[in-house]
């Protein structure tokens, strides 16, 4: 779309200074680009989901104070103003990564799309093209932020040769790639916690839910609950890893499946979900095959936000922080050791549903 290129122009201006201040009138932009006020309107809306400019509606565009030239951190989360409710955990992370760039006079940059990227999967052709544009700003960029949705294959292929040495964070994910040591990861104090409650309820089938399983994410939230199952007696046979769990109307094969396997199971079966809004979905899912969250089986989800304890019934989850996440991702970018990993605090909140 033209209106990219307009928004990669006016990004490059201001980081090098040309623009300053007030963003120039829609007028004098749609005569210099020869677009239309409309074409103007996005690329206004595009600089102010970067993170670049603020105002409109009745105010001037102005660009943000806090923006320093050679104090930049392009951070691949899901921008703040694509964050919707159901989407509150991306926003804590957002605002912690924001949080402690201002204290450290920094500026965020999160790249737009409107597909979403690093939600469910991470998209080859943003990110290809994310490199490409962000080229211009790369003597003002300090680091990168990953989130978990990267792959090592997409680190490996875009975002570590565009870093070229400059430091990268995973956050909310951990990897052994030799060139990348910098990681903010959840402590697996929650799933032991919640293992071990539900190996003394004698709970003995189990179906664990993640959003992707072929992923090369290491010691997801599911493996770990499948790690501390199997070390308390619980045979693989009983363990059954379901991939791909969302919420779209294309899940209905995947959750027809989980409810055969609730009403097959001789026993009590629990069911773990990594996020808590597709615990929400699940829930919803089985009641419509005739199954409730507490009573035919039990539930539970990772990250504990607020989808889970406003769900009919509460849904029991693994707290984490993602304001904290955001924090110490930052921190541990602008750290001198060159490895290094970090460990956040999980806790298991218990509702209707254990």
């Known amino acids: 779309m033209k209106y990219k290129k307009i928004v990669s122009q006016i ?3 201001i980081m090098t200074g040309e623009l300053t201040g007030t963003m120039p009138s829609m007028r004098s932009l749609t005569e210099r680009f020869q677009v239309s006020h409309l074409t103007i309107l996005h690329v206004f809306r595009e600089l102010c989901t970067e993170g ?5 509606i009745k105010k001037n565009y102005v ?7 050679d104090n930049l951190i392009l951070c691949l ?6 964050i919707n409710f159901q989407d509150n955990f991306a926003a804590e992370m957002c605002t912690g990564v924001i949080r402690s760039a201002e204290t450290n006079h920094m500026n965020v940059l999160f790249p737009h799309q409107n597909a979403g990227v690093l939600y469910h999967t991470s998209d080859d052709a943003f ?16 680091g990168i932020i990953a989130a978990a949705s990267i792959t090592d294959e997409q680190l490996t292929q875009y975002i570590l040769p565009f870093a070229d040495g400059k430091p990268v964070v995973l ?8 060139n990348i ?4 990861f959840p402590t697996e104090q929650g799933c032991r916690e919640l293992a071990e409650l539900i190996l003394r309820q004698h709970c003995k089938y189990f179906v664990l839910c993640q959003t992707n399983l072929t992923t090369d994410r290491r010691n997801d939230h599911t493996r770990l609950m499948k790690k501390f199952l199997t070390g308390g007696g619980i045979p693989d046979s009983q363990i059954v890893l379901m991939e791909g769990i969302g919420r779209d109307a294309d899940d209905a094969v995947r959750f027809k499946r989980i409810a055969e396997e609730i009403k097959s199971a001789p026993g009590e079966t629990l069911v773990f979900v990594s996020a808590s809004t597709m615990a929400c979905c699940t829930a919803n899912a089985l009641k419509a095959a005739g199954l409730t969250a507490g009573k035919d089986y039990k539930l539970c989800s990772f990250d504990g936000k607020i989808s889970a304890e406003m769900h009919d019934p509460k849904i029991t ?8 996440l955001g924090q110490k991702a930052v921190e541990l970018l602008l750290s001198e050791n060159p490895r290094r990993r970090v460990y956040v605090n999980s806790k298991l909140l218990l509702r209707d549903t254990l």
């Open 171 to 178: 956050l909310n994910r951990d990897s052994d790639m030799e």
């Open 52 to 56: 670049l400019i603020i105002g409109g």
């Open 11 to 13: 990004r490059k201006e």
């Open 181 to 184: 040591g910098k990681t903010v």
């Open 63 to 69: 660009i943000r104070d806090v923006v320093r030239r």
């Open 127 to 142: 990110l290809q093209q994310m490199c490409a544009e962000m080229r211009p700003l790369f003597p003002y960029i300090r």
């Open 317 to 324: 989850s693994i707290q984490i922080s993602g304001d904290e």
């Open 77 to 82: 989360l899901r921008p703040p103003k694509e």
